[in-house]
């Protein structure tokens, strides 16, 4: 019996080898935080790096997508959300947006995936090369030049944490919801973090211990970054004081790309990205 089962066994064996080693990846990689670790890894292989030079880049943002005018802040209507309701919740449709607005009341679409994820030439708190390390294009652009400018000013910044799944965030919510109870001003429901836009990076300073805490505002790095982040797009997006607005406790280290554009528009009038909404008009 064993002997006659021995050649169909070679056979399907070898069946499965010529197929390739797909079985025994799919058999490993049973869960999709895997699948997109690979993903990652195959952007990173096809040698995607900056398609555009930073003039491009910046040109491409300068097209009438936000600007002052006498009667106040226009904003191209393509860049607020679109969303539709699902199970009684908003959920973006143009989540590449540069401008989306993530918070408890709109949220990214759980199967939504950048696909301009790169690694910043930056300094990092880690050596793995995991998700968190990407961000998209523009944004990865931009927090190395204002990498580059904090050095120059003798400021030496971590790169903590950047994108994040929509798998990961389920994983790191539960994980919340196991230990601390539902604490949402702390951890964001999946579909609620801007980690899944790939256009934030939590920051932090060998001086704070490479530690995301509100302590971070008090080093010579988080006030380095609090007046000067917006020069390179970015905004602190959970601002003190701002808690009820924005949804989230203050975060100091929570840096969002958002294009100098806005982010200077944000920053002179001590805005968070919800109040500007409020005060601009789609055109
Ligand atoms: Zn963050």
């Not at 910046?58 to 191209?76: D, F, K, M, P, R």
């Not at 539960?174 to 601390?180: G, I, P, R």
């Not at 958002?258 to 919800?274: K, P, R, S, V, Y």
Request: hydrophobic share 40%; proline share 3%.
């Amino acid at each position: 019996m064993l002997k006659k089962a021995a050649p169909l066994f070679m056979f399907f064996l070898i069946t499965t080898v010529m197929i390739g080693c797909s079985f025994w990846d799919e058999g490993q990689a049973d869960n999709r935080l895997q699948k997109e670790a690979e993903q990652v890894e195959q952007d990173r292989d096809k040698d995607v790096h900056y398609e555009g030079t930073s003039e491009e880049i910046s040109a491409s943002l300068n097209e009438n997508e936000a600007e002052e005018t006498e009667e106040g802040y226009v904003i191209s209507a393509d860049k607020i959300n679109e969303v539709i309701t699902v199970d009684g919740q908003a959920v973006i449709q143009n989540p590449d947006n540069i401008f989306a607005n993530i918070n408890r009341e709109f949220l990214l679409p759980s199967d939504y995936i950048p696909d301009d994820l790169v690694a910043p030439n930056v300094r990092f708190s880690f050596d793995e090369d995991v998700e968190k390390r990407y961000l998209r294009e523009e944004a990865a652009f931009a927090l190395e030049e204002l990498f580059t400018a904090a050095e120059e000013a003798g400021i030496e910044l971590f790169a903590i944490s950047g994108y994040r799944s929509y798998e990961r965030q389920e994983v790191l919510y539960d994980n919340a919801l196991t230990n601390h109870g539902a604490d949402q001003e702390v951890v964001a429901m999946p579909g609620q973090s801007e980690h899944q836009t790939g256009l934030a990076m939590d920051v932090s300073s060998r001086s704070n211990g490479f530690a995301l805490s509100a302590a971070f505002e008090e080093t010579d790095e988080g006030q380095w970054l609090a007046e000067h982040a917006h020069e390179y797009g970015f905004i602190i997006r959970y601002p003190k004081g701002k808690e009820e607005i924005t949804g989230y406790d203050f975060e100091p280290w929570h840096l969002r790309y958002i294009g100098t554009e806005i982010a200077e528009i944000l920053f002179e009038n001590d805005w968070t990205l919800e109040e500007y909404l409020g005060e601009v008009t789609p055109i």
